[in-house]
């Protein structure tokens, strides 16, 4: 045995028990530091109040973008800054039907082009795409870079 002050903390007999010592400090302190931070529950708590719930939302199946723009001041313009195909005041959207067979709502001023399946590509007015959104036959409402290739 050597004469270090420190000899009798790291004289061990075999490597093994030197690696299994330090494997244990480590573990211990990576436990201490993953235990004194603080992770709150919710990790969104920051921004609890700004979103609502999906029960109190206007118009849930709506594209957040799309929601968002229906409620700017110039809608139309926004759309097309932002790049939406904009053809008579109307933006163009993928409509999601609940089923391949299930048929258009009416009494929208809409312009439909292509369908495949529950898939319909349309041209809708701004101001009706929340209440469009809202129809049982909808199931979401996307933005136009998901519609169907001609």
Avoid: H
């Amino acid at each position: 045995m050597k004469n270090d002050k420190f000899a009798l903390i790291f004289y061990l007999p075999s490597r093994i028990e030197k690696m299994i010592i330090v494997t244990i400090f480590l573990f211990f302190c990576a436990n201490f530091l993953l235990t004194s931070c603080e992770i709150p529950e919710d990790i969104n708590y920051e921004f609890k109040e700004t979103f609502p719930s999906q029960k109190d939302q206007e118009c849930p199946q709506l594209d957040n973008q799309l929601y968002q723009l229906t409620k700017s001041e110039s809608p139309i313009t926004k759309a097309e800054e932002l790049g939406f195909e904009v053809r008579d005041n109307k933006i163009q959207v993928l409509l999601i039907l609940v089923d391949e067979e299930a048929t258009l709502p009416k009494g929208f001023n809409i312009d439909v082009g292509i369908r495949s399946g529950a898939k319909v590509n349309v041209y809708a007015p701004m101001d009706e795409l929340c209440e469009l959104a809202n129809n049982d036959t909808i199931i979401a409402i996307y933005p136009p870079e998901r519609t169907i290739i001609e």
